[in-house]
């Protein structure tokens, strides 16, 4: 075990039952990820990347296997312990940008503050940075309906980052958003990985947001593959 | 610990926040609620104003005698000569004109309601001067005191309310008398209002009753006993009569109004049975068109009791939403409404449906059960969303 | 009917909120059921009598007795049939509370004028003649578990013995029954002779008369009639008809009946209304489906009726089973409370009325969005996904 891998994944297995059916959609899985690494991982649809966003995540568990975090086991720990352990470690960042509706943004940015003992007005230091990060201190009070759809990601950036994980966990961050606004969040994944040592794992489609990334994984049927064996 | 109260008050927050996106199926649980608590606050009201319309009739320093088993003063009677019997019984006050014992007379007369313009049966009650002050409360409030020996009547407020024909100054035609009004009295919002008195010799001569009463009433020393009374009565043969406490008296007949307030809450349980039913439907539709949101505070790592008490807090709010507003109606249509009914001596008794704070509790722990219940269970679906489901596609 | 089949899949595809709505629904004519039968029975005594009987009582008050002679006096003048008459006995059994409603007739004329008892005849010859024999309605025979040949001992709450106490002892010589189920059959006939001369008031006086005319439509000359041939009497009548009388009886009881009904129905709109705004809604989450279903070529107006079937068909299966509760609620309750509850019968009219308000239901409710899928064009539909 390399004190350089931030993740590591040993042997993992994931099978879901679908009535009398077992489907498996890992067997014997190994994977590490550097601390400081920006991974795209890339593969069609059914090829085990969001099962393996979930195991990533924390949402999901394997069915069997290891999964360490830093040296530490997270594949065995219950549902409170692994929703601490989400709110210390992990920001996420969703493909829809899954803001809530009702809320303001600077509101928005500060939900994962509340899972600390940040006083209030540590709490509105900490969102002011973040918003100013990705650079809409101006909108702080806007509804994100209000807000075009990357600004609204780029709300849900500052809301993943203003708790300082050392993870971002990105499920199609670009998927809804058109080539230059695609290309603005890209970068700023990029900066928040060069400037402030975030690892980043991205899940994607896009060959072109894939190239932002310091390297790519190819996933086919819950397999590693080189790119080119994908082409074939 | 902190951050789990944070946590459930950002979600609680955000629930009611949320709550204009499902605008309709909120408002019926609102509207449903308070009709369940606006229906069992009417039937209380009215067992309890009739009730204490009854209650605050009686004094227990009042000795009331009526024949045994006649039940109400309408089936009693007594002879001039039981009359001086039951003045000589054990403990009742004397004072320079002899006992305090009033004799009196309970006829039913027709008079026209306001509310139905048909005829309903009045009491009208023969009495002397002596029966009138033993009547706490007792104050005139227009005209003057009958005249002794003369076809004068004064009407209880109450009646004045609720009867045509019976102002100050008219004349009423029962039968083949003619009555003039020369007084009105308040008796402090009780039973007596729905009376009308008028001199005891007079209707004993119009009614052909010769020299006999219908019941006695007595003021007692203090801590006379009524035992001894009673003893005194049984061992009397000329006497047929049984002795209770005026209170007692009218504690009975207001209980004859008590299986409305069973009624209403048979009705208003089974009512909230169905408004159950409607609120279990709000709150899980909540839960469905918050899923993604749910999801997501989970995946930023909020925990699932958030989720619990998020969903549990809207429905409590809803439902104690639906209280107030139900109690508000309820005060509105209800608190002080007149009415009027059948009592226990076939005549009619004016009341006024009457709401105390007691009542008003009973109605809101009635909407906090439908709060409760129905947002138990959705709640525990809130707490179990997967999620994964933040990862799904959008809305 | 081929439709039916993807109504029923709509119908069902929401197990919990199929449950819960066909639940309110069942409260709501539970609650409908159980009161409109309640509210007939108190006003069976209206809707049951018959439109030549004319009641004649006391213009004072009717608890005030008439003379005897009256009896005789109206049986004389024109239009009038058959003249009975009945005195209030203030009859209890063994407990004040218990209270037994007795009166006291003239048998042969009573059962004449009341032609809707129904004794047997052998019962019935008994009756006329035992003195101290009484007819024991069927509903109060069964609630106190009286047989013919039974000895009672009724007692008077206004009345006394000439030899001493209230307290009279009488056989059941017959049970009587209604010729339809909604005749109250919860009282107890006692002979008046028997009555008159064992009591120690006095005086032959009789509660009040009970009449038929030859004709109904000789009912007000007939009343009028006899008004004035009593007025300026020592005794004034006041004669109408025994609806009338009934009417005016039960109103008595005043606007707090008023009250409890309205309170009631007021209930029972709301629960439609709260439960009519989760089937709209719930059909109208499905804007996306009707979409494809026009799509697929199915016609505008086959949607229209599948929607409209589909809420009339949840309006009637939680209406139905609610209706049916009420039955069975008040069936049990009229064997239960015999002695305190009229004649409980849940019957054609209410279930029509019952009916009415689910096919409302199921239209109104169904209406707006059935409408809105006619209307709905695909295009717009599948933007909206």
């Known amino acids: ?232 | 610990m902190s951050t789990l109260l944070s946590q459930s008050a950002a979600v609680i927050k955000m629930n009611i926040q949320s709550l204009p996106r499902r605008l309709w199926m909120s408002l019926a649980m609102v509207f449903a609620s308070a009709v369940v608590v606006a229906i069992l606050l009417a039937f209380l009201a009215m067992a309890k104003g009739f009730d204490a319309t009854m209650q605050s009739a009686g004094s227990d320093d009042i000795a009331f005698f009526m024949r045994v088993g006649s039940a109400a003063e309408l089936n009693s009677s007594a002879s001039r000569e039981q009359v001086n019997l039951i003045e000589n019984a054990p403990g009742i006050m004397r004072d320079e004109q002899g006992p305090m014992v009033s004799a009196e007379l309970y006829v039913i007369v027709d008079g026209v309601k306001k509310s139905s313009q048909t005829e309903a049966n009045l009491p009208l009650r023969g009495l002397d001067q002596r029966g009138v002050t033993m009547r706490k409360g007792f104050t005139l409030v227009a005209g003057r005191m009958f005249e002794p020996g003369t076809d004068e009547l004064i009407v209880g407020a109450g009646v004045l309310r609720e009867f045509d024909g019976f102002d100050l100054g008219q004349e009423i035609r029962f039968g083949k008398y003619t009555w003039k009004v020369v007084g009105v009295f308040s008796a402090g919002g009780n039973v007596f209002e729905s009376e009308l008195w008028a001199d005891a010799k007079v209707i004993q001569n119009l009614y052909n009753r010769g020299s006999s009463y219908q019941s006695v009433r007595a003021r007692l020393e203090p801590g006379a006993s009524l035992d001894a009374i009673t003893a005194y009565l049984k061992s009397e043969p000329r006497l047929t009569h049984e002795v209770q406490t005026e209170s007692a008296y009218f504690a009975e007949q207001g209980k004859s109004l008590a299986y409305m307030a069973m009624f209403g809450w048979v009705i208003s349980c089974i009512m909230a049975l169905g408004a159950l039913a409607g609120a279990l439907n709000t709150m899980y539709t909540s839960v469905s068109d918050r899923a993604m949101e749910i999801a997501t505070l989970r995946a930023i790592g909020f925990s699932n009791f958030s989720a619990f008490i998020g969903t549990m807090a809207e429905a409590m709010a809803l439902a104690v939403l639906g209280s107030l507003l139900g109690s508000l109606v309820a005060y509105i249509f209800f608190d002080g409404l007149n009415a009027s009914t059948l009592g226990g001596s076939f005549t009619q008794v004016v009341f006024s449906f009457k709401l105390t704070p007691e009542l008003f509790a009973n109605g809101i722990t009635l909407a906090l059960i439908i709060g409760f219940v129905s947002g138990f269970f959705p709640a525990w679906r809130a707490a179990r969303v997967p999620v994964i489901l933040a990862f799904q596609a959008g809305r | 009917m081929k439709d039916f089949y993807l109504i029923y899949k709509n119908l069902t595809r929401k197990k919990m909120r199929l449950f819960l709505t066909t639940f309110a629904i069942f409260i709501a004519f539970l609650i409908f059921g159980a009161v409109m039968t309640l509210r007939s029975a108190l006003n069976a005594g209206v809707e049951m009598s018959a439109d030549n009987r004319l009641v004649v009582v006391h213009k004072t008050s009717f608890t005030n007795p008439l003379p005897y002679a009256y009896v005789n006096k109206v049986k004389t003048l024109d239009g009038v049939k058959d003249v009975t008459h009945a005195n209030w006995f203030g009859g209890y059994y063994q407990e004040p509370r218990n209270q037994v409603v007795t009166l006291a007739v003239d048998p042969e004329t009573y059962m004449t004028v009341y032609p809707e008892l129904v004794v047997e005849p052998a019962q019935l010859a008994t009756w006329f003649a035992t003195q101290s024999g009484i007819l024991v309605g069927e509903r109060l025979a069964k609630a106190n578990n009286w047989q013919v040949g039974d000895q009672i001992a009724l007692s008077s709450n206004i009345f006394s013995r000439k030899t001493g106490g209230q307290t009279w002892d009488f056989t059941v010589s017959g049970i009587f029954k209604g010729n339809e189920a909604k005749v109250d059959t919860g009282y107890v006939l006692i002979h008046y002779k028997y009555f008159n001369e064992t009591q120690s008031w006095g005086g032959d006086s009789v509660g009040w008369l009970i009449l038929t005319t030859t004709d109904a439509a000789l009912n007000e000359q007939v009343a009028s009639q006899i008004d004035t041939n009593f007025a300026n009497s020592n005794n004034e009548t006041d004669t109408s008809t025994e609806q009338a009388f009934n009417k005016a009886f039960i109103e008595q009881i005043g606007n707090i009946g008023l009250i409890i009904f309205g309170v009631v129905f007021m209930a029972f709109f709301t629960i439609l209304i709260v439960v009519g705004n989760t089937m709209v809604l719930a059909i109208r989450e499905r804007t996306n489906e009707i979409a494809v279903l026009k799509t697929l070529g199915f016609e505008s107006k086959r949607i229209f009726k599948m929607v409209l079937a589909e809420s009339c068909l949840l309006a009637f299966l939680g209406g139905l089973l609610g209706l049916g509760a009420a039955y069975v609620i008040v069936t049990g309750a009229a064997e239960q409370m015999a002695r305190f509850l009229p004649n409980l019968v849940l019957d054609e009219n209410i279930v029509l009325q019952a009916l009415g308000y689910m096919l409302l239901l199921g239209l109104v409710t169904g209406m707006a969005p059935a409408i809105a899928a006619l209307r709905l064009n695909i295009v717009t539909a599948f933007s909206r996904g």
């Open chain 1, 1 to 232: 075990m390399s004190s350089e891998n931030l993740f590591e994944l040993n042997n993992v297995a994931k099978r879901f039952t679908k009535g009398k059916e077992t489907i498996s959609i890992f067997e014997g899985l190994n994977m590490h990820i550097k601390k400081g690494d920006f991974m795209a991982i890339m593969g069609p649809s059914g090829s085990g990347k969001t099962t393996l966003l979930n195991l990533l995540g924390g949402v999901d568990q394997p069915t069997s296997g290891e999964i360490t975090f830093a040296g530490q086991r997270i594949d065995n720990l219950s549902e409170s312990k692994l929703a601490k352990w989400r709110a210390n470690n992990i920001g996420f960042i969703f493909q829809f940008y899954n803001l809530m509706p009702m809320l303001n943004a600077a509101k928005n940015v500060e939900l994962p503050l509340l899972l600390t003992n940040l006083s209030s007005s540590e709490r509105k230091k900490q969102v002011a940075t973040a918003l100013q990060l990705v650079g809409l201190s101006d909108r702080a009070k806007h509804m994100p309906s209000e807000m075009s759809g990357g600004q609204q990601q780029r709300v849900a950036i500052a809301r993943a980052v203003v708790s300082d994980p050392t993870f971002l966990l990105c499920d199609e961050p670009t998927g809804d958003l058109d080539r230059q606004t695609a290309d603005e969040i890209l970068e700023m994944l990029q900066l928040l990985n060069r400037q402030f040592g975030k690892t980043i794992v991205m899940v994607t489609h896009d060959p072109s947001a894939a190239k932002f990334a310091s390297h790519t994984v190819h996933l086919n049927k819950g397999k590693f593959v080189k790119a080119e064996e994908l082409m074939a």
